[in-house]
Structure formats: structure tokens, C-alpha cells
């Protein structure tokens, strides 16, 4: 959005409104609930009366809760204990529900071989439950260890002979929340020393929460060392938790925060701009001066030189196309997170991870993200910290 565009302060009043919100919140709930009720409770599986009451309660006091967990957790007052349970049961209810409805696939394909009811549902309540069990302590590892590194080379050919083998570390999402993840990050910042990187990135969601609640896990990022920049660029999250109150922190803890504005970098006596713009959400936010602005970024750089642009979303590629970047990072997508959330992440974003090319000119890295957001599980979607080594073309 330019900073011509005007903003709502207020959204206008709707009718029926927040009836639509209810059926729809309502709907969600019954479908997530009810079909893995529906498959390991109901369905055929003929269960004695007791498991089936106790099944069925179970549900139905756990479909009751969330809402009003999540509410706890993450509205205005704040409960971490709350979000804790509301973001696990969210994450068991989603495999739940993925494996629930390829399971009734599978009682489709035992119905043709010619296997009835209980034996075909119960063959099917086994192996959705245990295929949800190992997924989802799997995943839940995947999510709270340190992330592996990921290698990443990228040609830019306006690069100078000077900066060709710079070492770029990138980091974004780390969503530091309720969960307490200070020696993670603490884990974190290690790897990535043992880099030895010359710059070092943060694309933004650095946490859910203000700067007050989340400061000892963000600590360790002071202690992170590159040999020419450490930067940092909003994401959306931080439009939830005090944005400007996270920029000048990152600042105070020896990062430059990029807000909408860049540093040159300089090695083997050729140049490099490394700018950053704020989230692509920021100017709805109400945060007086966020807003995303490209010209601002890069104003009064000298065009001859390549650009490393920081933009937290790969959505964001589009103004980076049309100001000539020359490689933009990015994170936001965490790579779906949860199978098979990506097909709806690729519905918002153009890339879900990955390098890819934009243009004649634009390459865009989107990292899966070194941390998580809300469920405490990664399913079939890595977390990483991306090293990307930068080469100039080769004659």
C-alpha cells in the first residue's frame, strides 16, 4: 500500500456481521470435531456403549473448550497456559481431522474388498489413530528442536567480484510465544555462529506477545555475530504485539532494524544495498508511519548496485520487481507447517519455500521459518536456518 492510500480507522458496521463470524467459527468447529467423532467414534465400529458415550463426551467437551481456550490464550488478557492447550489441541485436532478423512478413503476401498463393519471401521480406527499418534510426536519434535541448517547458493550477476562468497544467514519466524523457548534460542543463535556469517537477516514474526513478556527469549538474538550487518524487517505477527516497541528493542539488542530504509555493505572494496521494508499488513495496522514502501527503502541508493531487500511475506515480491531488487528473502509461509496446510498457504503466497525467479531480474528465497507458529508441531515441513552463500557470475 503507498502512503497515499488512505486507511480505515474503523471498519464500518455490518449487519449480521458477527451472526456470519458465529456460523462460520461454528462450522469449522463441527467439521474439525466431527468427522475424526465420526470416523473412531460413530461410524461403523459397534463399540461397547460405555467407550462410545465416553468417545462422544470426550469430543463434545473438548469442541466446547476451544473456543474459549483460544479466546483465553490469545485474546487481550494473555493466558499462555490457556494458549499452550488451545494451540496443542489445534494441532492434534488437524491430524485428526486430515487422517479421519483419508481413512473413510481407506474404509471405501475395504468396502469394495469385501470387508464388513465393525472389523472394516475398526481397521480403519487403528490405523488413524496410529498414524495421528506418530505424526503428531514426530512433529513435535521436528518443532521444538534447533533447527537444521539449510545451504542455499544463489548467482547475482550485478554482484562485484569483492562480495562474491558472501555468507548470508537467514532467519524469520521464530515466534518466540507461550511455550518457553529460551535455551532453543539460545540453540539457535550457537548454530548460527558456527556460521561465521557476514550478514545476518530477520524477516520478521520474532514473537507472539510484547517485548515485555517474550525479552528472555529474544535475549540470545544480542548475542548473534556477523562480520558486516545484522538486520531485521516487521513481520505481520508483530502487528498483533507492539511493532515499534520490537523495532527499537532489535535495535537495542545491536540489529539494524530496517524500517523501510537500507545500509550498504562493503567487502573487497564492492558494495552491497541491503534494504528492508516493513509487512505488507502494516499500514492497516494503525501504527503510526508503518506502512510498506519500497521508494523509502531505497531511496538514494546508487542503482548501479546489486539489492538484498528483507520483506517478510513472498507476496511482497511484486514491489521488489518493480524496484529492481536484485534478491529478496522472505519467510511468513512456514512451509505449510502442517501437512497439508501448504495447498492453502499457496492460495495467499506465490511460493510456499524455496529459491525461485520473479522477473528478468528478481530471485526470492522463501525459508520455511526457524521456528513455529501456534500448534506446537511441524508436519512434512521442516524448520530451517537458511545459509545463503552469494556468488557473482562467472566470466
Keep these: 500500500m503507498s502512503v497515499g492510500e488512505t486507511v480505515e480507522a474503523e471498519p464500518r458496521r455490518r449487519p449480521g456481521r458477527a451472526a456470519r463470524f458465529a456460523l462460520v467459527v ?30 462422544t463426551v470426550l469430543f ?18 494473555h493466558h499462555d497456559g490457556a494458549a499452550r492447550i488451545a494451540d496443542t489441541l489445534l494441532g492434534v485436532v488437524w491430524v485428526l481431522f486430515v487422517w479421519s478423512i483419508l481413512g473413510n478413503v481407506l474404509s471405501l476401498v475395504l468396502r469394495v474388498a469385501g470387508v464388513d463393519d465393525p472389523a472394516r471401521s475398526r481397521i480403519v480406527t487403528a490405523a488413524v489413530a496410529g498414524i495421528s499418534l506418530v505424526l503428531l510426536l ?29 555468507r548470508v544467514v537467514l532467519l524469520t519466524d521464530t515466534h518466540y510465544g507461550p511455550i518457553d523457548r529460551e535455551r532453543w534460542s539460545r540453540g539457535v543463535t550457537a548454530v548460527v555462529n558456527r556460521l561465521e556469517p557476514d ?24 548475542d548473534v555475530r556477523a562480520a558486516l550487518a545484522r538486520v531485521y524487517v516487521t513481520g505481520n505477527h508483530e502487528y498483533f504485539s ?17 524500517h523501510n530504509r537500507h545500509v550498504i555493505v562493503t567487502r ?32 538514494g541508493a546508487d542503482p548501479a548496485l546489486p539489492i538484498l531487500l528483507l520483506a517478510h511475506q513472498p507476496q511482497q515480491i511484486t514491489g521488489a520487481v518493480a524496484h529492481g531488487v536484485d534478491l529478496q528473502l522472505s519467510g511468513h509461509t512456514h512451509g505449510g507447517q502442517m501437512w497439508p496446510f501448504h495447498y492453502l498457504v499457496r492460495l495467499d503466497q506465490p511460493v510456499l519455500q524455496g529459491l525461485s525467479r520473479h522477473g528478468e531480474r528478481t530471485q526470492l528465497y522463501t525459508s520455511r521459518g526457524t521456528g513455529f507458529w501456534g ?21
Design 26 to 55: 461454528a462450522t469449522v468447529l463441527l467439521l474439525l470435531f466431527g468427522v475424526p467423532w465420526w470416523t473412531l467414534i460413530w461410524s461403523g465400529n459397534d463399540w461397547p456403549t460405555g467407550v462410545f458415550v465416553t468417545g
Design 242 to 258: 507492539g511493532a515499534q516497541r520490537w523495532v527499537e528493542h532489535m535495535a537495542s539488542l545491536g540489529w539494524e532494524a530496517l
Design 138 to 166: 514426530w512433529g513435535h519434535y521436528e518443532a521444538m528442536r534447533v533447527s537444521r541448517v539449510r545451504r542455499v547458493d544463489v548467482t547475482i550477476p550485478r554482484l562485484g567480484a569483492g562480495l562474491d562468497g558472501l
Design 199 to 222: 550478514i545476518v537477516a530477520h524477516t520478521g514474526d520474532i514473537a507472539d506477545g510484547e517485548v515485555a513478556e517474550r525479552r528472555a527469549m529474544a535475549a540470545p538474538l544480542g
Design 268 to 299: 573487497g572494496g564492492d558494495s552491497l544495498v541491503v534494504a528492508g521494508v516493513d509487512d505488507r499488513t502494516a499500514a492497516g495496522s494503525g501504527v503510526p508511519g508503518h506502512h510498506m514502501d519500497h521508494e523509502a527503502a531505497l531511496g
Design 375 to 395: 500448534p506446537p508441531f511441524r508436519v512434512f515441513a521442516p524448520s530451517e536456518i537458511t545459509l545463503l552463500t552469494l556468488h557473482a557470475s562467472r566470466p
Design 60 to 77: 463434545a467437551g473438548v469442541a466446547l473448550a476451544f473456543p474459549l481456550l483460544m479466546f483465553s490464550g490469545h485474546g487481550a488478557r
